[in-house]
């Protein structure tokens, strides 16, 4: 089978990567090879950031005036809505999570780059009263540069979009970094924006490993901000190398999130919350409700429930609109799951259902992990600690809510948590303890573009969403007028 060759997008055009060499690409669900992706290197990050330095200094995109730039923003929201399908595609041929899933969430996309398109024109400065006699001050606040975003595997676009949207919004321009498990879609992305109208060197996309390219185009002194989303050691090399140059970064790395529930929640409700936000995204999600914190006096009818909903998840074609779950995206990611179920069960872990590979309903040759729930895990334990990844569940049972909320906050990572109660009182007093960047009661997962979303601790830094966040890709200018005509002598500070 001949193998689609795809190449790099850099100021405004497909580039080939300057060392020559690619590499392939496949579908996991099918076990095999659709394309090559072009192994870019230090070169091909030169060419990209000079691009994008070009296009921010010269040239169309500084001449817009913010309601011009709003609007072509706008326009990037319309063309992945007009392209919802293909693009749904083309991310579940790469990470096989299911059609239904990635066409939801791409048709959601949208709403980043519509929102922070409405806020292009707000980003007001300020005229400070300022107590200098004869002084005027006033703040700018200005676009940072060329943003450098590196981005994972689970959600493409989605997780581009979180950083996109905003720095674009800002007066920013950008050069990405996917993961080179899931390249294609960026690359098709960035070809259907600059059919849309954006200038060329805006938007760039240099394919290959995070350690080449990644690690090359994170280095450079060209690069003004560094946007990461991925697992910790590849945050703490960026943040390492950001620092060089001191760098500002934002890194969104995973988590290892309780959903705690308690005796007089809903359990009906709370066993499809638990279920559905620990398994959705085959568990390859950054916010999985991978603990589950549930009350002593309920554990054992709660979870008999929780497992009779997660022995009836079906799993197979992604494409397959009967499909809950399809295969786990990579084969480093399904070593590392079962490696974690094999030291859940050496640590004293009981594998309550699930733990084993398992194949595809249709023959397939694609890596399946049942759905797993681990059941007399500590928080103690290495499986309690560890980000799976993948459809995993360790059961852990607590006594009463400050119990509980020791157990939650006894972690490296504070993502997100889930609270399943019917006490409005302990909702406050526990979201307010919780040490997470999201809280969810009596629901999970919900994020929008109108809310920041980050973590606490090894969870990360910096938010995604929400108004205030675009202030992350500006700087801050203060500007002095003397209004008369003496000078103070000395300058005095
Ligand atoms: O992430 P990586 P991987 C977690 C999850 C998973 C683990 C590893 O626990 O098992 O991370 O996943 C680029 N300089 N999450 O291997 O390696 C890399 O090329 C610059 C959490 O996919 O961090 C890719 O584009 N770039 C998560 C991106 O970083 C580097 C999503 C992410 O890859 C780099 C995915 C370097 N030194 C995995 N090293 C979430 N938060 O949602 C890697 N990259």
Known sequence: MTLEKLENFIDGAYA??????WLETENPYTATAWGLIPRSDAADAEAAVAAAQRAFATGPWPALSPTQRAAMI?????????????????EVRDNCKTYKEMLNQVKRIPDWYHFYAGLADKLNGQVLPTDRPGHMNYVRHEPL?????????????????????????????????PSEFTTASALRFAELVYQAGLPSGVLNVVSGL????????TAHPGVAKVAFTGGVSGGRAVYQAAARDLKPVSLE?????????????????????????IFGSGGQSCVAGSRLLVASEIHDNFLARVIELTRK????????????????????????????????RE??????????QVADPAGGPGLFVAPTVLTGVTNDMRIAQEEVFGPVLSV????????????????DFGLGAGLWTRDVARVHRMAARLQAGSVWVNTYKATSQISPFGGYKMSGLGREGGTEMIADYTRVKSVWINLTDEVPYGFPL
């Open 210 to 217: 995070g350690a080449e390219v990644g690690a090359a185009l």
């Open 313 to 344: 998840i079906r799993l197979g074609d992604p494409m397959s609109p009967e499909t809950d779950i399809g295969p786990v995206a990579t084969r480093p990611q399904f070593d590392h799951i079962m490696n974690c179920i094999g030291f859940a």
């Open 145 to 177: 540069g060329v943003i450098a975003m590196i981005t994972p595997w689970n959600s493409p676009l989605m997780l581009l979009a979180w950083k996109l949207a905003p720095a674009l919004a800002a007066g920013n321009t950008a050069v990405v970094k």
């Open 16 to 21: 080939a990567p300057h060392s020559g060499q």
């Open 253 to 277: 790395l995973g988590g290892k999130s309780p959903n705690i529930v308690f005796p007089d929640a809903d359990l009906e409700l709370a066993a499809r919350g638990v279920v559905s936000g």
């Open 74 to 90: 706008h326009r990037i929201g319309d063309t992945i809505a007009a392209h919802a399908e293909e693009l749904a595609r083309i």
């Open 396 to 411: 852990i049972p607590f006594e009463d809510e400050a119990d509980a909320l020791r157990i939650a906050n006894d972690s």
């Open 347 to 356: 640590g004293g872990a009981t594998v309550a259902t699930g733990g084993v």
